[in-house]
């Protein structure tokens, strides 16, 4: 079944570096969604990025997308602690009626 | 905050118990969501409800049982549960049912079964 699988699985980095994730995912889609999940915690939606755009910004947050390769990378610049959680991306997919999280990117920002 | 409340946050249950996961959101949304996520497993969709009617039901165990009295209270009734069910539950919203929407999801009701 279509996944959206994060790489890495775990990542650490010095505070105010910047982190880097990626999703890969099998067939089409629609558009591709990031969110993040403090330790034990509810999932917040941070992105947004449909089939036709290329890059996204929010703040510190910058997405691409990049539907030949069928992949997205989230970039985090200037780390903070607050930063550290997991990051997952959720895909749709044509004919799917459901997002697809993949297994998530746990990310470990060091004071 | 983001406007979706669930209760309670932890629950400890033996096999042969009854009980009740709430959901409320306070978003206006359209469709509500049922989630599990296990330990080192992707989050799974268990039941979508849009404008208070299921519309989706993904091979779950009738020994969870949903209940949408209202767009905005999501139920989740527990009977009869193994041990492989204790995980996280997390609810979730939308403004509609669409993947175009993202979803807001509440803190999550964190599951012990004995």
């Not at chain 1, 009626?97 to 297994?103: M, P, R, S």
């Not at chain 2, 009734?77 to 509609?96: G, I, K, M, R, V």
Request: glycine share 6%; with cysteine; charged share 20%.
């Amino acid at each position: 079944s279509q996944q959206g699988e994060e790489d890495p699985q775990a990542l650490s980095i010095q505070e105010g570096e910047n982190a880097t994730m990626n999703c890969s995912y099998k067939t089409s889609i629609n558009n591709l969604q990031w969110y993040r999940q403090n330790s034990g915690r509810g999932l917040v939606h941070l992105i947004l990025i449909r089939s036709n755009e290329r890059e996204k910004h929010s703040g510190r947050l910058r997405v691409t997308l990049d539907t030949s390769k069928k992949s997205s990378s989230l970039l985090i610049t200037a780390s903070r602690a607050a930063d550290t959680a997991s990051y997952f991306c959720a895909t749709d997919g044509q004919g799917a009626q459901k997002l697809v999280f993949g297994q998530g990117t746990r990310l470990t920002i060091n004071p | 905050e983001t406007g979706v409340t669930q209760t309670p946050r932890h629950l400890v249950m033996g096999m042969t118990n009854k009980k009740s996961l709430k959901c409320e959101q306070h978003l206006g949304h359209n469709a509500m969501y049922w989630y599990k996520q296990s330990a080192k497993k992707p989050l799974e969709l268990m039941f979508v409800y849009s404008l208070e009617e299921r519309v989706e039901n993904n091979s779950v165990p009738s020994r969870f049982s949903p209940e949408c009295p209202n767009s905005s209270h999501l139920f989740l009734h527990l009977h009869t549960l193994q041990p492989e069910d204790s995980a996280l539950y997390l609810c979730a919203s939308s403004q509609e049912r669409g993947l175009q929407f993202e979803q807001f999801f509440g803190p999550g009701t964190r599951l012990t079964v004995l």
